[in-house]
């Protein structure tokens, strides 16, 4: 299973970012099944849960993103989103996109997000 994550880039403290997480290779019925978490590792740092979204769209966020980021996820073009608003220098990080179907995971190349005082 391949994910395509894209969106990144340098932004502003105060600034957005939408970054997408694509599974085109994915069949419809398989993406409707499948767990979808944001991760980020900065350098140094070990990597963190950001944000992710269950087959029935319930979210869980990490502490340090509540309210500022938020997770769609768009099933008929096998689509993950990461909406991140209010951006801190502290979210500069790769970000990984992953999928989970019957206990097994999958991990795209990340995106990186460069966030400037």
């Known amino acids: 299973v391949q994910l395509q994550a894209s969106g990144g880039g340098l932004v502003q403290a105060g600034g957005s970012l939408r970054l997408s997480c694509a599974v085109p290779?994915?069949?419809?019925?398989?993406?409707?099944?499948?767990?979808f978490t944001w991760y980020r590792q900065a350098p140094g740092r070990e990597r963190e849960l950001v944000i992710g979204i269950s087959r029935d769209g319930s979210t869980n966020y990490g502490d340090s993103v509540k309210g500022r980021f938020t997770i769609s996820r768009d099933n008929a073009r096998k689509k993950v989103y990461l909406q991140m608003n209010s951006l801190k220098t502290e979210d500069s990080a790769t970000y990984y996109c992953?999928?989970?179907?019957?206990?097994?995971?999958?991990w795209g190349e990340g995106t990186q997000v460069t966030v400037s005082s």
């Open positions: 290779g994915m069949i419809l019925s398989t993406f409707w099944q499948t767990d």
């Open positions: 992953n999928a989970r179907r019957s206990g097994m995971d999958f």
